[in-house]
């Protein structure tokens, strides 16, 4: 399951208020693309913090460790005891920016969320200090000690968005749901969702759509893009060929109700952490086995010839 950005600005919210006066205690290497922020309060319930490269949520599970975060001690040791001073996102982007501050120390840890995942730590100069993997392509370098670039920004801002920003769409004569994903980079659940409210085939060509269409799209849009980030949630699990969580309801869709949307991604996204552990714990029990298995067969084999071997002999020596 893949994080949409409207998506992330709830939970960046969410998890900015949940956190506000406590101050993080500990940090566990989960897996080597997963980490556990453990915040105490004097007056209140821990909270459990999980960044992943795949997302960042709040979660009621502690996951004992699946392989080792290059990551780890550099965290524990520049981070524990401060406090979340800021989490924050620009815009819709799949990046997440949370501040450290402890006295006159202070740390940003980047998050991005798009192609393979990132987890960057960086000084307060966004100096880059360390991070989960370096990145070397045209348009920016990620390195321990480079300055860190965020990638360029190319969809209209869908938080402030107007009807003018749907206009240009007369000036093309691509399919109405392929324009509404290039234009707004909102995940295929939501532009089927936004032309079924509007009213529109989705599959209409852009230039042939009427000025009230676009009004209709417009405001299908906005509906749900405030929704979504608003928190006004009717959350849903859908299991089909892939799971993933609807923080609202969707039409058509195999759902199952939940109690809010950090619940269902808590369980999706902890599913799928376990059963890579579960996969990652028993590779090297497999290797074993098929070691032994390919022992076994060759012990037979040899066995059998020299059965064979002994009963030509036996028929000689007769």
């Not at 699946?66 to 550099?74: H, Q």
């Amino acid at each position: 399951m893949t994080l949409a950005g409207i998506e992330l600005r709830y939970l960046v919210n969410d998890i900015s208020e949940r956190t506000e006066d406590y101050y993080l205690s500990n940090i566990y290497g989960i897996t080597k693309n997963s980490l556990l922020f453990k915040f105490h309060h004097p007056e209140k319930p821990d909270i459990l913090l999980m960044l992943s490269t795949f997302g960042i949520w709040i979660t009621n599970v502690k996951i004992e460790q699946i392989e080792p975060n290059k990551l780890l001690r550099r965290l524990r040791d520049d981070l524990t005891r401060c406090t979340l001073k800021e989490i924050k996102q620009i815009g819709t982007e799949r990046i997440v920016y949370l501040t450290f501050s402890y006295f006159e120390k202070e740390f940003v840890i980047v998050v991005e969320l798009f192609g393979d995942g990132n987890i960057i730590i960086c000084d307060n100069e966004m100096k880059i200090l360390a991070l989960s993997h370096s990145i070397n392509v045209r348009h920016r370098q990620l390195r321990v000690g480079s300055q860190y670039v965020q990638p360029p920004l190319d969809n209209v801002d869908v938080l402030n968005m107007t009807e003018k920003d749907f206009e240009p769409i007369h000036s093309t004569s691509v399919a109405v749901a392929k324009w509404i994903g290039k234009t707004l980079g909102l995940p295929r659940k939501y532009i089927e969702e936004i032309t079924r409210l509007a009213n529109v085939e989705s599959k209409k060509k852009s230039e042939d759509v009427s000025n009230d269409e676009i009004k209709r799209l417009f405001d299908s849009a906005t509906k749900i893009v405030n929704n979504v980030v608003n928190g006004k949630h009717d959350p849903e699990i859908v299991r089909n060929d892939e799971t993933y969580v609807n923080p609202i309801s969707l039409a058509g869709e195999n759902h199952e109700k939940i109690a809010s949307f950090m619940d269902g991604l808590d369980t999706v996204f902890t599913e799928s952490i376990v059963t890579k552990g579960k996969t990652i714990q028993s590779s090297p029990f497999a290797k074993k086995i098929s070691e032994l298995e390919t022992r076994l067969d060759e012990q037979t084999k040899a066995i059998k010839i020299v059965t064979e071997k002994s009963e030509k002999i036996a028929t000689v020596a007769n």
